[in-house]
């Protein structure tokens, strides 16, 4: 295939926590075969993952538009709020973060959890099992979340880290095991939800050993940015069944 022109070129910005090391190699990996499609990563301060004030602070509304007004620079067609925090504050901080992103730079903005929800919504799998590295107390609000916004978490499994750079130790063969122990609950979609972790790399097997859809949310804001920016989603192969299902 021919290189795009630079006319031709789909430039996705990701903003991403600091201290996470799986969210650009995986993203970039999941991108290669869209050769007119780049990801560009914009970092703000992200170290650890809880409820005590200076780590809900690292969430506030600023970082992300310093972050963002210098992706801006790079004309991109979409940014991506590659991250999880809506889980534990509430899905409306990235509505909000979504409307402030489009304010401040004119670029229209998507995040990991609001892409997912709206694949839950859009395939009716309401019935669901969530996968995550997250403290006790992290792990019971988004819990909590996910129920009052109407979906029933028949299953979880969490690691009781406050990371945030640890998720990126968490193997593959740690995440296929909790796959399966939530699997024996028979929910209609498996949630990974952390984007330090891989688990797009595993979807597509363990999708095929437990006949389960499986979403991991470094791969929900790459389906959702792809779609709002006009590419085939079916184009991107070996991640797993969300890219084909809703292309």
Same mark, same amino acid.
């Given at each position: 295939?021919?290189?795009?022109?630079?006319?031709?070129?789909?430039?996705?910005?990701?903003?991403?926590?600091?201290?996470n090391?799986?969210? *650009?190699?995986?993203?970039?990996?999941?991108?290669?075969?869209?050769?007119?499609?780049?990801?560009?990563?914009? =970092?703000?301060? %992200?170290? #650890?993952?809880?409820? =005590?004030? /200076?780590?809900? @602070? +690292?969430?506030? #509304? +600023?970082?992300?538009?310093?972050? /963002?007004?210098?992706?801006?620079?790079?004309?991109?067609?979409?940014?991506?709020?590659?991250?999880?925090?809506?889980?534990?504050?509430?899905f409306?901080?990235? !509505?909000?973060? $979504?409307?402030?992103?489009? *304010? #401040?730079? @004119?670029?229209?903005? $998507?995040?990991?959890?609001? /892409?997912?929800?709206?694949?839950?919504? &859009? &395939?009716?799998? &309401?019935?669901?099992?969530l996968?995550?590295?997250?403290?006790? *107390?992290? +792990?019971?609000?988004? %819990? @909590?979340?996910?129920?009052?916004?109407?979906?029933?978490?028949?299953? !979880?499994?969490?690691?009781?880290?406050?990371?945030?750079?640890?998720?990126?130790?968490?193997? !593959?063969? +740690?995440?296929?095991?909790? $796959?399966?122990?939530?699997? *024996?609950?028979?929910?209609q979609?498996?949630?990974?939800? $952390?984007?330090?972790? =891989?688990?797009?790399?595993?979807?597509?097997?363990? !999708?095929?050993?437990?006949?389960?859809?499986?979403?991991?949310?470094?791969? &929900?804001?790459?389906?959702? /940015?792809? =779609?709002?920016?006009?590419?085939?989603?079916?184009?991107?192969?070996?991640? @797993?069944?969300?890219?084909r299902?809703?292309?």
């Amino acid at each position: 295939m021919n290189n795009p022109s630079p006319h031709d070129r789909v430039l996705l910005g990701m903003l991403t926590p600091s201290s996470n090391t799986v969210v *650009e190699p995986i993203t970039s990996a999941m991108l290669s075969g869209l050769p007119e499609v780049s990801a560009h990563f914009g =970092r703000f301060p %992200v170290t #650890e993952i809880s409820l =005590r004030p /200076a780590a809900l @602070g +690292q969430f506030d #509304e +600023q970082p992300f538009l310093s972050a /963002a007004r210098l992706l801006a620079d790079a004309r991109l067609h979409a940014i991506g709020w590659n991250g999880t925090s809506a889980g534990w504050l509430g899905f409306d901080a990235d !509505e909000r973060l $979504c409307d402030r992103l489009l *304010e #401040e730079t @004119g670029i229209p903005a $998507c995040t990991s959890m609001l /892409a997912l929800n709206e694949i839950l919504e &859009t &395939t009716d799998r &309401t019935r669901i099992a969530l996968v995550s590295p997250y403290l006790d *107390e992290i +792990q019971e609000k988004m %819990v @909590g979340n996910y129920r009052a916004a109407g979906f029933d978490v028949v299953a !979880e499994r969490h690691l009781n880290d406050r990371g945030n750079f640890s998720f990126s130790e968490v193997t !593959e063969e +740690q995440l296929e095991r909790m $796959c399966a122990e939530v699997a *024996e609950a028979r929910p209609q979609a498996i949630a990974i939800v $952390c984007t330090n972790m =891989r688990g797009a790399p595993i979807a597509e097997r363990v !999708e095929a050993a437990l006949g389960i859809p499986v979403y991991d949310t470094i791969s &929900t804001v790459v389906w959702k /940015a792809l =779609r709002m920016t006009g590419v085939d989603t079916a184009r991107v192969r070996g991640w @797993g069944s969300l890219f084909r299902e809703l292309a």
